[in-house]
C-alpha cells in the first residue's frame, strides 16, 4: 500500500464548475499538507500549505484536511482554462527531518 | 529573484552510458533537493543537500547514482551507468531552510530518455 494514494484522473470539467481533488493517506504521523501545481513541461509550484487539521482559504482555493479520516482536499471555485494542469498532493510527518511523500498527481482539465 | 535554473532540458543517452545533470539553486537557499519523477508518478526524493552536507540520501540508488553540492551552491547529480528504468524527469528544487521544506521551489527539470 502506498503512503499516499492520489485519483490520477484525468479529470475534465466546464470553466466555471467546482474542482474536487483529493488524496487519502496511510500514515498517521502525518502532519503537514500541501497542494503543488505542474504545469505541462515544467516543475511543481506551491499552491496551499496547511498544518494538522481544518480548512485554509487562498482566493479561489480552499484546502481541506480530515486527520481522522486520512483524507485531504483542494476545492477549486470559478475554474479557469488556466486552471488547467497536474496537482500533486504532498505531506510530511516533520518538516525539516523528513522528506515530502508526493501523490502521484490527478491530471485537470478545464473547458473553456 | 531568479528562479532554480537547471540544465540540460533533455538528454537522450543509450543505457550503460553516463550523464549527468546541473542544478543552481534559488541565490540564499541553503537546502537543495534532487527528486525523480516518472511519468504518471509524483515526484521521488533522491537526495537532500543542507549546504554542502547530505541530510537524506537514502533513496538514493547509490550504485550508479551519485551527487554532490560543492561549496553550498550548485549542484550536480550523476548517473553511471544509466538503465532502461532511469528514464524520467530529474527536478531539482531548493527551500530557503530545511524547516521551510513546505515552500520549495523547483526547477523545470531535465528529461532523460534511455534507450
Known amino acids: 500500500q502506498k503512503e499516499v494514494e492520489q485519483d490520477p484522473g484525468p479529470l475534465s470539467v466546464p470553466e466555471g464548475a467546482i474542482v474536487s481533488l483529493n488524496c487519502t493517506y496511510s500514515?498517521?504521523?502525518?502532519?503537514?499538507f500541501m497542494w503543488y501545481r505542474q504545469y505541462s513541461r515544467k516543475g511543481p509550484e506551491l499552491l496551499m500549505y496547511?498544518?494538522?487539521?481544518g480548512n485554509k482559504e487562498d482566493g479561489r482555493f480552499t484546502a481541506q484536511v480530515d486527520k481522522s479520516s486520512k483524507y485531504i482536499s483542494l476545492f477549486i471555485r470559478d475554474s479557469q482554462p488556466s486552471d488547467s494542469a497536474t496537482y500533486l498532493c504532498?505531506?510530511?510527518?516533520?518538516?525539516?527531518?523528513?522528506?515530502?511523500?508526493f501523490g502521484q498527481g490527478t491530471r485537470l482539465t478545464i473547458n473553456p | 529573484e531568479a528562479g532554480v535554473a537547471q540544465s540540460p532540458r533533455y538528454k537522450i543517452i543509450e543505457k550503460r552510458q553516463s550523464v549527468a545533470f546541473w542544478c543552481n539553486p534559488i541565490?540564499?537557499?541553503?537546502?537543495l533537493y534532487w527528486y525523480q519523477q516518472i511519468l504518471g508518478q509524483g515526484p521521488k526524493l533522491l537526495i537532500q543537500f543542507q549546504n554542502n552536507g547530505v541530510v537524506d540520501d537514502s533513496q538514493l540508488p547509490k550504485d550508479r547514482f551519485s551527487a554532490e553540492r560543492l561549496k553550498g551552491v550548485d549542484s550536480t547529480l550523476k548517473i553511471q551507468p544509466a538503465k532502461l528504468e532511469d528514464s524520467a524527469v530529474y527536478l531539482c528544487?531548493?527551500?530557503?531552510?530545511?524547516?521551510?521544506?513546505?515552500?520549495?521551489?523547483f526547477g523545470p527539470g531535465t528529461r532523460l530518455t534511455v534507450t
Open positions: 541565490s540564499g537557499h541553503a537546502t
Open positions: 500514515n498517521s504521523a502525518f502532519q503537514y
Open positions: 504532498a505531506m510530511s510527518a516533520r518538516l525539516g527531518a523528513q522528506k515530502l511523500v
Open positions: 496547511t498544518y494538522s487539521s
Open positions: 528544487a531548493s527551500s530557503q531552510t530545511r524547516i521551510r521544506a513546505y515552500e520549495q521551489y
